[in-house]
């Protein structure tokens, strides 16, 4: 399917020499402090980069001072190794979507002030430039019992320590390179004339640091010394930087990690920016983040999944064998398929049915059993069901005018506002398009679906309007609305909690199950699913899988075996590919290897489901 071209996301500001900084330079403590952290007004400088010098755009200049700005930050502790911090413009009123379950309470911490010398970049006077050095700096000290976190107010400058005294961290502060000055930009808000801002905020990065996370990303495992882009995209392969799956929040070999609460586009550079500095650009109106500190990344990514939600537990047949193919044409391929399976004592626990199981033409979404190709689809299911196999339904959230489905839905006010495309994108976000779709997918369950697949959920277009927000709001954060919805109505309709998911977001781990996307039939695409995996794992997901063996291409005998031999051990299995992907289909030899793992896995399914079940409750 050809999706429209998205204009690019608003964080590309911060490469344009003509944006202004508006940096925070320093605090002043708000009215007495309490006893939950610390309330500041920001002190904030803005700057542009000077063009008109022979030197070219290497050094800032200081704007004219503007009328103050009502700039507060927010540092307070949400849990004894849980810190909140919240730059904010105004006292906003209007709510914000929040992608954690509740927002969690500060908790009282003790408060100390004094001053210290702070090593930073200062401004040495007229004609004498920027230089290096010390200056006595005020500061606030929050302590909980767990963590000490140092505040300096002028010039601004988080620290972290652990209870122990070591340092863990720095956040923001002054510049660390005097001559190209916006590449740390710090705690800042970036604008540029006729366009919407972002906000930015750096944290130390040391030379032997290793930063992981950021959602499924196929090209490193690791992020350190690299560009993350976290922006939905259909990735059209698994090979590259871009991912279905960007989720923000990442894993520092420091012992800490940050989870940022926004749906809003973000790029972080990571250490490729600026060497000593790890720095994010959020598309927001708001930065709030979280900073966990722990020494286990366990009991960070605990903490994490304490805050966004823990996966729920797939049902047990769900562990089994899943085979698929782009596409089963028809009830009578089907039931061969599942048949042979039987018939050479291969496991099979269920059969996916890809878009071929629609009346439909290019992977257009009708929701209706193609009356030629399945006839009688209720009795289908439960002849496959009589064999112990459940049946899963392939569908997208976008319905061209073309298809049967649009007109009911349109009529019910069930689509996004916006362009062309935007009106055909299910508007999972207001409450009465919900009603809608569950009313066409209980139809589905009761014929005798067990799962449906939500494929796509990553192309919402920026301009488009749901009731829930904006599409600038919400284009990252869609799939977690679309995927929640459908899980819940199968839960509704079947009693189990399950969906078969490409897109996500911060919270989509509450909703598995997930797979590595569009993968060719090759050994670099094999690698690079091992490489997602082991990053979404660190993202704080407990569930995946990958298409056995790539989705695009004829997969050799020996890439099939070596491909279903890692899939068996992930936590979910399936096979699925636009060749037949059947074991007999690759030769006598790879046909007894695979049926030899398949069997291995269903004798291993007892311990494989145990674990799970202690990584969902663990989060």
């Given amino acids: 399917m050809?999706?429209?071209?998205?204009?690019?996301?608003?964080?590309?500001?911060?490469?344009?020499?003509?944006?202004?900084?508006?940096?925070?330079?320093?605090?002043?403590?708000?009215?007495?402090?309490?006893?939950?952290?610390?309330?500041?007004?920001?002190?904030?400088?803005?700057?542009?980069?000077?063009?008109?010098?022979?030197r070219g755009s290497r050094f800032r200049r200081q704007l004219p001072k503007e009328p103050a700005r009502d700039v507060q930050l927010t540092v307070e502790f949400t849990a004894p190794s849980v810190v909140r911090v919240r730059l904010s413009r105004g006292d906003e009123a209007a709510p914000r979507l929040s992608f954690t379950l509740s927002r969690p309470k500060a908790i009282d911490v003790t408060r100390t002030a004094g001053v210290a010398p702070l090593h930073c970049l200062r401004d040495m006077g007229v004609g004498r430039g920027w230089q290096m050095g010390s200056v006595d700096t005020r500061y606030v000290d929050l302590a909980s019992s767990a963590?000490?976190?140092?505040?300096?107010?002028?010039?601004?400058?988080?620290?972290?320590?652990?209870?122990?005294?070591?340092?863990?961290?720095?956040?923001?502060?002054?510049?660390?390179?005097?001559?190209?000055?916006?590449?740390?930009?710090?705690?800042?808000?970036?604008?540029?004339?006729?366009?919407?801002g972002l906000i930015t905020t750096s944290f130390d990065l040391a030379h032997d640091e290793a930063v992981y996370g950021y959602g499924e990303r196929?090209?490193?495992?690791?992020?350190?010394?690299?560009?993350?882009?976290?922006?939905?995209?259909?990735?059209?392969?698994?090979?590259?930087?871009?991912?279905?799956?960007?989720?923000?929040?990442?894993l520092s070999s420091r012992g800490y990690g940050v989870f940022v609460d926004t749906g809003?586009?973000?790029?972080?550079?990571?250490?490729?920016?600026?060497?000593?500095?790890?720095?994010?650009?959020?598309?927001?109106?708001?930065?709030?983040?979280?900073?966990?500190?722990?020494?286990?990344?366990?009991?960070?990514?605990?903490?994490?999944?304490?805050?966004?939600?823990?996966?729920?537990?797939?049902?047990?047949?769900?562990?089994?064998?899943?085979?698929?193919?782009?596409?089963?044409?028809?009830a009578h391929e089907a039931e061969a398929v599942v048949s042979e399976m039987r018939r050479r004592d291969l496991g099979i626990d269920v059969l996916?049915?890809?878009?071929?199981?629609?009346?439909?033409?290019?992977?257009?979404c009708t929701l209706a059993f193609d009356e030629q190709a399945f006839p009688e689809p209720a009795a289908f299911m439960r002849r496959l069901r009589a064999q112990g196999v459940r049946v899963c339904l392939w569908q997208l959230p976008y319905v061209e005018?073309?298809?049967?489905?649009?007109?009911?839905l349109r009529a019910v006010g069930a689509f996004a506002e916006g362009s062309a495309f935007a009106q055909t994108v299910i508007d999972y976000t207001k409450p009465s398009a919900v009603e809608a779709m569950r009313q066409r997918f209980a139809a589905l369950f009761e014929t005798g679906a067990a799962v449906i697949k939500t494929d796509f959920g990553e192309e919402l277009p920026r301009d488009a309007t749901l009731a829930g927000g904006t599409g600038r709001e919400l284009h990252n954060a869609y799939p977690l609305f679309y995927n929640a919805a459908v899980h819940e109505f199968t839960r509704q309709s079947t009693?189990?909690?399950?969906?078969?998911?490409?897109?996500?977001?911060?919270?989509?781990?509450?909703?598995?199950?997930?797979?590595?996307?569009?993968?060719?039939?090759?050994?670099?695409?094999?690698?690079?699913?091992?490489t997602g995996a082991l990053n979404f794992g660190l993202s704080g997901f407990t569930f995946w899988s990958s298409d056995i063996a790539g989705i695009s291409g004829e997969p050799t005998p020996r890439l099939y075996v070596r491909?279903?031999?890692?899939?068996?051990?992930?936590?979910?299995?399936?096979?699925?590919?636009?060749?037949?992907?059947?074991?007999w289909h690759y030769g006598d030899e790879a046909e007894q290897i695979v049926h030899d793992w398949i069997d291995l896995r269903y004798r291993l399914l007892p311990y494989l489901y145990a674990q799970s079940k202690r990584s969902a409750e663990n989060g």
């Fill in 401 to 408: 005018r073309e298809s049967t489905l649009h007109e009911p």
């Fill in 2 to 54: 050809t999706m429209p071209l998205r204009s690019a996301p608003t964080t590309e500001l911060l490469d344009e020499d003509s944006s202004v900084f508006h940096r925070v330079a320093a605090l002043t403590e708000r009215a007495e402090p309490g006893g939950a952290g610390g309330c500041f007004d920001a002190v904030v400088h803005a700057y542009a980069m000077d063009t008109g010098t022979e």
């Fill in 218 to 250: 196929f090209d490193a495992f690791g992020r350190q010394r690299r560009e993350v882009r976290l922006d939905q995209c259909d990735a059209v392969g698994t090979t590259s930087s871009r991912a279905y799956k960007n989720i923000p929040f990442f």
């Fill in 264 to 330: 809003g586009a973000m790029r972080a550079f990571v250490g490729s920016r600026s060497t000593g500095k790890h720095t994010l650009c959020v598309d927001d109106d708001v930065l709030e983040y979280y900073l966990i500190v722990d020494p286990d990344p366990k009991r960070v990514l605990r903490a994490y999944t304490d805050l966004t939600g823990h996966a729920e537990m797939p049902p047990f047949w769900s562990f089994g064998v899943w085979m698929s193919r782009l596409t089963y044409k028809s």
């Fill in 147 to 196: 963590l000490r976190l140092r505040v300096w107010l002028e010039p601004y400058r988080i620290e972290i320590f652990d209870i122990a005294g070591q340092r863990v961290t720095g956040i923001d502060g002054p510049e660390i390179n005097v001559f190209r000055q916006n590449d740390d930009p710090g705690l800042s808000f970036v604008t540029l004339p006729d366009a919407p």
């Fill in 352 to 364: 996916h049915l890809d878009p071929g199981w629609m009346d439909a033409k290019d992977w257009r």
């Fill in 563 to 583: 491909w279903a031999q890692f899939g068996m051990l992930c936590t979910h299995v399936r096979f699925h590919s636009g060749y037949p992907v059947e074991p």
């Fill in 495 to 530: 009693g189990d909690a399950l969906v078969w998911a490409r897109s996500g977001w911060a919270g989509s781990q509450r909703y598995p199950i997930h797979w590595g996307g569009d993968a060719t039939s090759n050994y670099a695409n094999l690698a690079a699913q091992i």
